[in-house]
């Protein structure tokens, strides 16, 4: 089945959405965007979603054209229009038309619906690879459509054999470039509290976890970890088992990690049940 989208106003033929090319999404790269998935037709985590979304526009100076309530209602349309049971559901507005090309406008909202395949097992089981990059994300707590660089630097890190990278700044680590960091020291979990996109896997996990530390985390600590693991809307959870060409611990995925996707799936079916 073909999808549907709402664009900029009603349900129509995603392939038939479109976008003014003089649009600042196009041509300054502006605009803000949120993704969550269904499970059983339900919006995991919706309300969170719509929060940081809402959140976003207003960081960004965007005027959202519809509420809150509207937003829920024509995702649920959405969901039911595409027979979503599982999936992803990507929400884009964008940085408008500007009339010095430069300036904020009023943007055009897509919400799409989206098939999503999860990490491969394999990965889950024997982890993954990240390569450090040294970088800050611009306006960090906003989720902006500004992925030039880990798009233009995944073509390196795929040739190198890494799934990602692990972003520092004057020896500190941050986030992986869809995805929050962890690392695990004696028994207890850490995630940096800096320059990071504030991801609603990573609070999840941090409202699971009680005696977790939210603080700045230093490279070195990294390499001296136990476990480390990435978090985010499409993986959930990802071992990291490698860091450069360095293992991480033993250089497989850690008891902890393990346990606390453990946890986070069975909340996942208990939301949906
Ligand atoms: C830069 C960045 N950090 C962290 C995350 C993880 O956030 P979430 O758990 O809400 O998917 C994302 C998700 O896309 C991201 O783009």
Redesign the pocket.
Known sequence: MKPFCFADGTIVPTESATLHPMDLGLIRGYGIFD?FRTVNYTPLFLENYLDRFITSAEKTFLPLPYSRAQLSEIIHLLIEKNNLEKGGLRMVLSGGISENHFSPAAGKLFIFAESLSLPSEEKYREGIKLLTLEYV?PIADI?TTNYTLPVWHSVNWKRLGAEDVLYHWNGWVS?S????FFIVKNGVLHTPNQH??L????KHILDMVKNAVIRPISLEEVWDADEAFI???TKVLLPVTQLDERKIGNGKPGPVTMEILERFRKLEKEIVA
């Open positions: 993704f994300r989720k986030e470039s869809r995805s929050n990071i996109l991801g609603i896997t990573r978090s985010s809307t």
